[in-house]
């Protein structure tokens, strides 16, 4: 067993060298990621950050996957909860800290990495339910566990003077299988698994506990105060912990502690006993889950800094002032073109150009960079200098088929809660991506019109909309400010320029895709003349109304 630890080491360092600054192709059990924020989002009475339909919006799974190098399952739980927390993290100074001391230091970067590894197995996704007031309570006659424990051995000791004492092994044998099978609901696998993580839990807050000092304490002041109190519950764990270790190492090991367990019911003897330290010190466990995932959390973003070129850290600015963004890219996207635009009173955006030109993923950039700059202070741009805001879009497009609401229904819903939101103080950025597509172009423009001018209202709110309806950038051009994107034919197609540039989009590509995918003549002549009517009618009537 000794030689297989050793031999793992060995391998865990290797391994955290190689992937020092890339990305990390593990698993990642997203259900119950997410829970463990729902969790902490009940526990602190249902405030949150990023509502479902924003994280979806801004394929922020991805973004979550892009981003986590981290070693550990609660670390991947505390990166998850940390990126839809806020709106700004309240302890993002002593995170910074945290991560340049990391970056600075690679040897005890790499000890920390391969203590935190040890916490990688499924049921440490379950950690924090340990925690949970009444979650491991036992009942009375689990009493029984410990005194069938201290019976056995002392039979066991007495059978030198009196043998016939071992005729109570079968007997008790019997009876520790029968009370195995009876307790496997309560105190099953689940409780078992999540407990055997305990141990590799407290062992790396004793070692994670050199980075507590000043500027770090707001994280990492449990490690110190709290994994002391956890030392008996650790002693617990360690027998269960090394049943798994027994298994790696080959059946006999494995075999004789069944065996041992089996005859002296230590393992449930165990869990009893860790059941009361839990109760104890249940809250001083899930402060410890939390700064041991917070230590992994920082090691994450050193990695995914040093491996990321051209990123900054956020200046934020008081509320109202306007935000001043330069050369954003967007992290999912590989050799993303920068764009840069400012945002703020009393003006809106309206982002226009044609079809796959880049108008909804430079929104979803504006989005991703602000949540990134607020949660772990770090931005793909040159500078980012703005207020601290709330994220809230309406960019996906989906029915509810459970619900029986048409893709109309469910967005005409999504946006009303956006505007009712709008009525608040707290600085929002409402982002949106052609609004109600679902319904005709005369509702569409004038609803859409209507959304924006009322989110417009409020000048602490940034509002970016991205449209196909020249209209509307008519009807809102003494209240949102124009921006479009462009494209041109080349000899191969379609040639777009990602680069945002002022004023409204001026090109259509929809009938040249009809062309380029083979579309007859004919019928592309009569699109292009139905288009040409429309855009004179357009005009007249614009003309007429002024």
Known sequence: MAAIDWHVRRQTLRRIRAEWG???????????????????????????????????????????????????????QRLYHRLRSGPIAVDREALESLVMRLAAQPALR??????????????????RWLGQPGSFQPRRWHVVFPIITVSTTGALLLAALWPRLLLVVPLVTVT??????????RLGRARLGSFREVAPLVNAGVTLAVFDEAACAPITAPLREDVRALRRLRGYAR????????????????????????LFLLDLTLLYFAA??????????????????????????????TGTPRWTRPHFLPAGSAAVLTDLRHPLVASAVPNSITLGPPHGILVTGSNMSGKTTFVRTLGVTTVLAQT????????????????????????????????????????????????????????????????????????????????????????????????????????YVPYHF????????????????????????????LKLHGAPDRMVARALARAADLDRQRRLAGSGSA
């Open 276 to 305: 009361r330290e839990i109760r104890t010190h249940g809250a001083g466990l899930l402060r410890v889950i939390a700064a041991v995932g917070d230590v992994d959390v920082a090691i994450s973003i050193a990695s995914y800094r």
């Open 110 to 127: 790499e000890r920390a990495q391969a203590v935190l590894a040890r916490i990688r197995d499924p049921w440490g996704y379950q950690l």
């Open 486 to 513: 462009t494209d041109s034919l080349g000899p191969r197609g379609l040639v777009f320029e990602y680069r945002l540039q002022a004023g409204p989009a001026t090109t259509r590509n929809a009938i040249t895709l």
């Open 176 to 185: 520790n299988l029968l009370l195995r099978i009876a307790t496997a609901e």
């Open 376 to 479: 772990i202070n770090t931005c793909l741009a040159t500078a980012y200098e703005a207020p601290v805001l709330h994220v809230r879009s309406c960019i996906g497009r989906a029915d509810d088929l459970l619900h029986g609401k048409s893709y109309y229904l469910v967005e005409v819903e999504a946006v009303m809660a956006l505007v009712r939101l709008s009525r608040t103080v707290e600085p929002h950025l409402f982002l949106f991506d052609e609004l109600f597509r679902g319904t005709n172009a005369v509702e569409r423009i004038a609803a859409a019109e209507a959304v924006l001018l009322e989110l417009g209202a409020n000048q602490a709110h940034l509002v970016v909309a991205a449209t196909h309806d020249g209209e509307l950038v008519d009807l809102l051009r003494h209240d």
């Open 22 to 76: 890339r990305p990390r192709r593990v698993a990642r059990n997203m259900p119950l990621i997410a829970h463990y924020h729902r969790a902490e989002v009940a526990a602190a009475g249902g405030h949150g950050s990023l509502d479902d339909r924003t994280w979806d919006d801004l394929d922020m799974d991805a973004v979550f996957a892009a981003i986590d190098r981290t070693e550990s399952t609660i670390g991947q």
């Open 239 to 262: 027998w269960a912990t090394r049943d798994r270790t027994a298994a790696a190492s080959g059946g006999f090991a494995s075999l004789l502690l069944e065996y041992l367990n089996l």
